[in-house]
C-alpha cells in the first residue's frame, strides 16, 4: 500500500517509512577475479566519491535493489548509509554526483545544518499501479539527520525518478527515458507513425478503417494544390480523418459562417487562420492524415440548425476520427501548440550496479517534476473538452511538458519518458482520463464513474451557460447502456436519489465561486443548476444495511427537452417527485447552522432561538431549555452558492444515513404550487431529530 504522502521542506512531497535496515558492506571480491567490465566499471565509478563508491553503490545490498522486481507498489530492499554534512559539501565540491544532489536538500533551506550533524541516507524503490513505462523508474529517497551539538533530529522523505538512454546498460531495467521537450520535428514524427503502427495490433483498439467523414471536413492537402487547405462538404464520402481539441478563446477569428460557406470550400488562407489551427493542419499533413476536423471550421457558426444537427452527431465524429488532436497546453486558438517545451530540471548521473561485474548508469531528480497534473493544463478548463476527451479511440496529446499518446491499451510519452498521473492508480477514485475512459462491468460501478467525472466536469466552465448539459450529452449518451434509458438533466434514472446528494467542493486553496445562473438552466436538484466545483462522496448502500436511503423514495421525474433530437442535452424544465420526511428550521449560511422548529412545525420559536443565539443575551440555561437549538456541533448546512447570505427558513430533507446519523440531506425552501427548491445541503445530524416524522409526497422544482 502506498505511504501516505504530505508537503514537507522546500514544499516536497514527502513520505515517512518503516526504520531502515543496517548499513551493509562494500564487495570484498577483487574485480579482476570476475573478470569485470573495466570500462563500465569506470564510467561508474568516476560518477561519485569514494565513500558512496564503497559503502551504497558498489555493494550487494544495491545491487538487489537496482535488480529486485518485488510486486506492489512498495519494496522492501533498501540502501542506507550516513555520513556528515561535511563530507557531503566536500565530496559534491569535489564532483561527487550523489553528495551533489543530496546537498540540493541540506543547503539553502530555513535550517542550517552544522558541519558535523549526521545524515542517514536511504533509498528504496517503489512501484505505482500505473505508470508508463514500468521499470526502475521510482525510487523513495530518505533522508534522516542527528545534530550531537545540539541534540535534535529530523528528517524528511520523498520520491525521485530515475532515466537513462536506450544504450545504456541499465536500460533493460530503467526503462524511463529523458523527456522531450520537441513536439514537432522528424523525431517526433516518426514517434508518431510508430504509435499509430503499434495501435493497430492492439486488441482492445479499434480497427484504423476508413469511415463516413462528417459533413464537413477541412482536406489539408488537396491533390490538385497541395499547400492550399479547404473545406470539404463530405457527401457521404468515406476516409480517415484527424479531430481536433483544442481551446478557441474569447474572440472571433474567422469561424465558418454562411457568408463564408463558399470561399472556405474554394480555399482556407494559412496566413489568416489562427496559429492553434494551422498548427492542427500541419500536424495532420506530416503523418499523411488526409482530413482534418475543426468545430469552428466545420459547423455553421450562425445557424441554430446546423448547429443542434452536428452536436447531436459530436460522439461519432470523435469516436470515428482515426486519431484526436489535442492542443493540451494552448490558452487560445492563437497561440498554436507546437512550440518547444520547458527543460526540465537539473538531473544527477549516478551508478547502476547490475552485477560486481557490470555497471550502467542512472539519472535521477525529483518524481514531481515528472507527476503530471492533467486538470493544470487549459484544455481541460474548457467543458467542451471533456467529451472530446473521452469519446476518440486514440488521442495525441500535446502536453505541457511533451508529446504524449493515449489509447485503449495506455499512454506514453515521446521518447518513453516517464508517465505518471497524480494518484492515477486507484481507480475508485481516479479522475486521469485513462481510468475515467474504463466502462464499468455493472450498474453500480458505472454510475460511480458518472459521479467522478460530474466532479470533473463541474470544475469546467463554458463561454455560453446554457452548454452545461449540451457540452457533456455525447459521453451521457455512452453511459445509458448500464444508466439508462431515462435520463433526467444530468442524473439517471438508477439509484437516483443517491446522485441528489452532490455538494460544492471544500477547497481552501480554490478561489472558485459557486452560482446559479440568472437564466433558467437546470431543476435545482440537478448538478447542472450551479457552476462552480461540486463533489460526492465515493459511499453506497451496502448488503450490510449500515449505509442507506433514509425514508427516501422516489416516486417520479419529469424533464422537458429543449429538442426531443437530443434528450441528454438542454432542458426547459424538469420535477422531482419522491417521498420523504421534511422538518423544518432556520438556516443560517454565515455558521453553516441549522435551529430546528417544534415538532408542529412552529417556525416562530426557532427564529427567536436565532435571535437569542445572535444576541448572546440571555443565561447558557435558557439556550439549553430551549427545544428548537440544535444540541449536535456536528451539524453542518452549506448553501449551494457561495456568498453572503441571509438567514432564511429551510426544509429538511434527508437522504442517507450511516448507523445513527443521517449523513448528508437537502435544504429546500418552498416555490410555487406547492413545490419546493433546493438551495444547500446538511450533513451529521442525529437520526433521533428526524424518525418521530411521516412520509410525504414532496415535489422539487
Not at 412 to 431: F, M, P, T
Not at 563 to 582: D, T
Not at 686 to 700: M, V
Request: aromatic share 10%.
Amino acid at each position: 500500500m502506498r505511504k501516505a504522502i504530505s508537503v514537507g521542506r522546500m514544499g516536497r512531497r514527502v513520505v515517512r517509512l518503516p526504520p531502515f535496515p543496517q548499513t551493509p558492506h562494500s564487495l570484498s571480491r577483487s574485480p579482476q577475479s570476475e573478470g569485470i567490465d573495466m570500462a563500465s566499471l569506470q564510467r561508474a565509478r568516476n560518477l561519485v566519491c569514494n565513500f558512496c563508491w564503497q559503502n551504497f553503490f558498489n555493494t550487494e545490498q544495491f545491487q538487489l535493489l537496482c535488480l529486485c522486481r518485488c510486486e506492489g507498489n512498495y519494496c522492501h530492499n533498501r540502501i542506507t548509509c550516513k555520513m556528515t554534512v561535511q563530507q557531503i559539501n566536500g565530496s559534491a565540491s569535489n564532483g561527487c554526483n550523489w553528495c551533489s544532489y543530496i546537498r540540493t536538500f541540506t543547503s539553502g533551506g530555513e535550517e542550517t545544518r552544522d558541519p558535523d550533524d549526521v545524515l542517514s541516507i536511504s533509498l528504496c524503490d517503489f512501484y505505482p499501479d500505473y505508470s508508463s513505462p514500468t521499470g526502475k523508474n521510482m525510487y523513495y529517497l530518505s533522508m534522516d539527520w542527528e545534530s550531537p551539538k545540539r541534540e535534535t533530529r529530523g528528517g524528511w522523505s520523498l520520491r525521485i525518478h530515475a532515466f537513462t538512454n536506450s544504450t545504456d546498460l541499465a536500460a533493460p531495467f530503467v526503462t524511463a527515458r529523458e523527456l522531450q521537450t520537441e513536439v514537432y520535428s522528424d523525431a517526433s514524427r516518426h514517434q508518431i507513425r510508430n504509435w499509430l503502427a503499434e495501435c493497430a495490433d492492439h486488441s482492445q483498439c479499434p480497427e484504423q478503417v476508413e469511415t463516413i467523414l462528417p459533413t464537413r471536413v477541412i482536406e489539408v492537402a488537396p491533390a490538385i494544390s497541395p499547400d492550399r487547405p479547404r473545406l470539404l462538404a463530405t457527401t457521404g464520402k468515406k476516409g480517415r480523418y484527424a479531430a481536433l481539441s483544442y481551446c478557441w478563446g474569447s474572440n472571433s477569428y474567422g469561424e465558418l459562417r454562411r457568408s463564408r460557406l463558399n470561399q472556405y470550400l474554394e480555399h482556407l488562407d494559412l496566413e489568416v487562420l489562427p496559429q492553434t489551427l494551422r498548427d492542427a493542419i500541419a500536424v495532420a499533413k506530416s503523418i499523411s492524415v488526409p482530413y482534418l476536423w475543426v468545430d469552428a471550421l466545420c459547423i455553421l457558426q450562425d445557424s441554430d440548425e446546423d448547429k443542434s444537427f452536428e452536436i447531436s452527431k459530436m460522439e461519432r465524429v470523435y469516436r470515428d476520427s482515426l486519431v484526436t488532436i489535442v492542443a493540451a497546453n494552448s490558452e487560445g486558438v492563437t497561440q498554436g501548440f507546437l512550440q518547444p517545451r520547458k527543460m526540465p530540471m537539473e538531473s544527477f548521473n549516478i551508478p547502476f550496479r547490475l552485477s560486481g561485474s557490470q555497471f550502467g548508469t542512472m539519472s535521477v531528480q525529483e518524481l514531481d517534476e515528472r507527476e503530471y497534473e492533467e486538470s493544470e493544463e487549459p484544455i481541460n478548463r474548457r467543458a467542451w473538452a471533456l467529451q472530446e476527451s473521452m469519446l476518440a479511440n486514440r488521442y495525441l496529446i500535446y502536453s505541457s511538458h511533451t508529446l504524449q499518446w493515449r489509447c485503449n491499451a495506455g499512454v506514453r510519452n515521446h521518447g518513453d519518458s516517464l508517465h505518471l498521473v497524480h494518484y492515477a492508480d486507484d481507480e475508485q477514485i481516479s479522475r486521469s482520463f485513462y481510468t475515467l475512459n474504463k466502462p464499468a462491468s455493472d450498474p453500480k460501478g458505472e454510475l460511480r464513474r458518472w459521479m467522478r467525472l460530474v466532479s470533473v466536469y463541474s470544475k469546467r466552465s463554458s463561454s455560453l451557460s446554457r452548454d452545461k448539459l449540451n457540452a457533456i450529452s455525447a459521453v451521457a449518451r455512452g453511459f445509458s447502456p448500464l444508466l439508462g434509458p431515462e435520463y433526467f438533466a444530468g442524473l439517471w434514472q438508477f439509484s437516483i436519489l443517491w446522485q441528489l446528494t452532490w455538494v460544492p467542493s471544500c477547497s481552501w486553496a480554490s478561489e472558485a465561486m459557486n452560482t446559479r445562473p440568472e437564466v433558467y438552466r437546470a431543476p435545482s436538484w440537478s448538478w447542472a443548476s450551479v457552476d462552480g466545483p461540486l463533489d460526492y462522496e465515493n459511499i453506497f448502500p451496502g448488503p450490510d444495511g449500515e449505509v442507506y436511503l433514509y425514508k427516501c423514495d422516489f416516486i417520479s421525474c419529469q424533464i422537458e427537452p429543449k429538442s426531443a433530437a437530443n434528450p441528454f442535452g438542454e432542458v426547459l424544465a424538469g420535477s422531482l417527485k419522491l417521498q420523504g420526511v421534511l422538518r423544518q428550521g432556520w438556516f443560517n449560511p454565515s455558521e453553516n447552522h441549522i435551529l430546528w422548529a417544534d415538532e408542529d412545525n412552529d417556525i416562530a420559536r426557532a427564529i427567536d432561538a436565532f435571535c437569542l443565539t445572535e444576541s448572546r443575551q440571555g443565561s447558557s440555561k435558557e439556550a439549553e431549555d430551549n427545544e428548537s437549538t440544535d444540541q449536535d456541533s456536528r451539524l453542518k448546512a452549506f448553501h449551494d452558492e457561495s456568498g453572503n447570505r441571509p438567514s432564511m427558513q429551510v426544509f429538511c430533507l434527508p437522504i442517507w444515513t450511516f448507523e445513527k446519523t443521517i449523513r448528508l440531506g437537502l435544504l429546500l425552501v418552498k416555490a410555487e404550487k406547492e413545490t419546493f427548491k433546493r438551495i444547500g445541503s446538511f450533513e451529521n445530524v442525529p437520526r433521533t431529530n428526524f424518525d418521530h416524522l411521516s412520509q410525504r409526497e414532496i415535489t422539487i422544482i
